[in-house]
């Protein structure tokens, strides 16, 4: 089953109300960012249902037409955090990838006002680690403002306490977040990591080229 | 700073450093499902962007053209956690909505095949609970086969070890969950809840009436 990086899972065979406690000491991770190599792969095909020239990955690609692709239509995360881009050279939208199947786009594309049905660059994101990560977000710009700090994921950051639909700027202290434009996890993503600009994120044009607003109403950690 | 029923933050005007210990010891939410009447309360608009006709509701809708709507194209949670859904009478896609601003249909439309653009009933999620959630998860119908505890959000179920895309039964003990189709919490929605089927889901076409498949690759509890 799985990976042997991977934590396994208690199995049984009768109701394992037992070992809910087990499990539950054990939430966080063994801490995957450092120490194998290659840890990070990905495999990736030209076309939908994993159909097509198909590609494997363990380092970052710039530009998937270098490697003789139109785009990547479908794909299976294998091992390690991700995020895929609409446009080659990182830029345009962006789409945090976890371990697993991805046959088509409406898999990795969030509830945005437009669709990528393609992805055209990609690369791993080492620093998610859902055993250590922490994020202040600020009121305002420049760090200012009521700020707040987080340790785990939040689907409704309104429910939490922050009364705005907005936040002015950001540092990540350590680990990879990603933040969601709307409540549950949904609308634009944006990736936030540790070892990007410092962990500094001072205004919400510096969150990706997509970034149109300061909107955000959920929050969560990458798992590695 | 939202309403008094809501887990106050700590704010400073300081980078809060020392207060994320503080944080991280209180993570666990009040339990916010008994003891407040009405605690759960929705406003809906029929026109995308909080236009037109507005109504606010403390309980369950069956119907929205039973109120004078033809449909519902924005929503605001106040409080409390809800599902919406496709159809009247509570069938078709499900949506969870928590607290937050959602004003077109992709702020709760996951990344489906296909969009709803409007929200026909919805009903609150009583038994939502982040402080005490606990499902288990089956490889087969009829809680057969392998089998595995949650009381956590987990964004790649294989990357926890699950080595399958699909579920093949789940038994709700404690709170209310989803279960998403993709991972990273994309795709289909499927919410389990313990006071409903006495928290019994045993077999996919049980987990509501646009279930096509047994597939999952993500979980989380939902928050109140």
Known sequence: MSTSLSRPLKRSRATPLRQSKMLRTRTSQPDLSVGFAPFWKILVWEQEDFQGN??????????IQERGFTNVRSLRVESGAWVGYEHHGFEGQQ??????????????????????ERLMSFRPVFSASHRSSHITIYEHENFLGRCVDF??????????????NEVGSMRVQSGAWVCYQFPGYRGYQYIMECDRHSGQYQRWKNWGSHAQSPQIQSIRRIQQ
Chains 1, 2 share one sequence.
């Open 54 to 63: 198909c590609q494997e990955f363990t380092s970052e690609c710039h530009n």
């Open 95 to 116: 789409f945090v990838l976890e371990r697993g199947r991805y046959p088509r786009w409406d898999s990795w594309s969030g509830s945005n006002a437009y669709h990528v």
């Open 151 to 164: 340790q785990d994921d939040y689907p409704s950051l309104r429910a939490m306490g922050w009364c705005n």
